[in-house]
T-cell receptor
Framework: SQQGEEDPQALSIQEGENATMNCSYK?????LQWYRQNSGRGLVHLIL?????REKHSGRLRVTLDTSKKSSSLLITASRAADTASYFC?????????FGAGTTVTVRA | NAGVTQTPKFQVLKTGQSMTLQCAQD?????MSWYRQDPGMGLRLIHY???????DQGEVPNGYNVSRSTTEDFPLRLLSAAPSQTSVYFC??????????????FGEGSRLTVL
């Protein structure tokens, strides 16, 4: 069964706007990771946040983690057309990294 | 560096045929894994390995075999292909920590159709 679930399933925004997506998971974790997948391509790692961290930044990305609620959010600021992709969270208490079904983000020019 | 290389990129099989999807990485990663991606279902873990000679099952292992004779290679074997195995397959590798993985590096995928 899937450990993580993203919400919403799809998101459409205007270029320059911010995009926020959420991930909920079921069991304890060592870390939580976010990945991007462009159409027809492999997944690309965006950011990893450890279970003892609450917030992490990388460029235009901001990730938060609330272990008490078993949830995480990914914020993409000042979106660009190139941010159009599917975004996945991945979690695991061990080596079996589990992915959700993803959030599809469309950035309109 | 090439990163994670998967072959073939596309394959069409008939029901009952067998084949091997190849995966090689040149980053000296201990951890390697195979996922399948189906529409609306995200990625599901098939098998994984934390080092040469060590393999374990993931979420959906039935119908697939793996072996890890070297650090670099992690082939996925379909024993008797079924239409339900039509999917996109991804190989991924990472450093392996104590009971967890770090950042996964993915191949570009192998698209398999079983008729």
């Amino acid at each position: 069964s899937q450990q993580g679930e993203e919400d919403p399933q799809a998101l459409s925004i205007q270029e320059g706007e911010n995009a926020t997506m959420n991930c909920s998971y079921k069991t304890s974790i060592n870390n939580l990771q976010w990945y991007r997948q462009n159409s027809g391509r492999g997944l690309v790692h965006l950011i990893l946040i450890r279970s003892n961290e609450r917030e992490k930044h990388s460029g235009r990305l901001r990730v938060t983690l609330d272990t008490s609620k078993k949830s995480s959010s990914l914020l993409i600021t000042a979106s660009r057309a190139a941010d159009t992709a599917s975004y996945f969270c991945a979690t695991s208490p061990d080596y079996k990294l589990s992915f959700g079904a993803g959030t599809t983000v469309t950035v309109r020019a | 560096n090439a990163g994670v290389t998967q072959t073939p990129k596309f394959q069409v099989l008939k029901t009952g045929q067998s084949m091997t999807l190849q995966c090689a990485q040149d980053m000296n990663h201990e951890y390697m894994s195979w996922y399948r991606q189906d529409p609306g279902m995200g990625l599901r873990l098939i098998h994984y390995s934390v080092g040469a000679g060590i393999t374990d099952q993931g979420e959906v292992p039935n119908g697939y075999n793996v072996s890890r004779s070297t650090t670099e290679d992690f082939p996925l074997r379909l024993l008797s292909a079924a239409p339900s195995q039509t999917s996109v397959y991804f190989c991924a590798s990472s450093y392996a920590g104590q009971k967890n993985t770090g950042e996964l590096f993915f191949g570009e995928g192998s698209r398999l159709t079983v008729l």
